[in-house]
C-alpha cells in the first residue's frame, strides 16, 4: 500500500465524504479508491484494462475462417446462417 499526502480543495473534500456515506466506508482512502476505479471503468481506454486484454488474449487463441476472396467468404457466412 502507497501512502500519500494530498492537499484537496473543500469541494472534492465534501465529494468524498458524499462518497464514504454512500458506501459505508471507513476513511477517505476507501473514498479515493472507490473514485479511482470509477473512473477506471469509465474514462480508461479498454486496452489499458485488465480485463479486455484477457478477453482479446481469448479472442487471439480462436481458430479463424480460412476464405480466398470475399465471395467465398460470404458463401461460408450465408452457409452458417441458414
Known amino acids: 500500500?502507497?501512502?500519500?499526502?494530498?492537499?484537496?480543495d473543500d469541494n472534492t473534500?465534501?465529494?468524498l465524504n458524499i462518497i464514504k456515506a454512500q458506501f459505508g466506508l471507513r476513511d477517505k482512502s476507501?473514498?479515493?479508491e472507490v473514485m479511482?476505479?470509477?473512473y477506471e471503468e469509465d474514462s480508461l481506454e479498454p486496452a489499458l484494462r485488465p480485463k479486455y486484454?484477457?478477453?482479446l488474449?481469448?479472442?487471439?487463441?480462436?481458430?479463424?475462417?480460412?476464405f480466398k476472396n470475399i465471395g467465398e467468404l460470404r458463401?461460408?457466412?450465408e452457409e452458417k446462417h441458414a
Not at 488474449?57 to 480460412?66: A, D, P, S, V, Y
Open 1 to 8: 500500500m502507497v501512502q500519500a499526502i494530498i492537499n484537496i
Open 13 to 15: 473534500n465534501r465529494i
Open 30 to 32: 476507501k473514498a479515493i
Open 36 to 38: 479511482a476505479k470509477c
Open 53 to 55: 486484454i484477457e478477453r
Open 57 to 66: 488474449n481469448r479472442i487471439e487463441k480462436q481458430k479463424g475462417i480460412k
Open 75 to 77: 458463401g461460408i457466412i
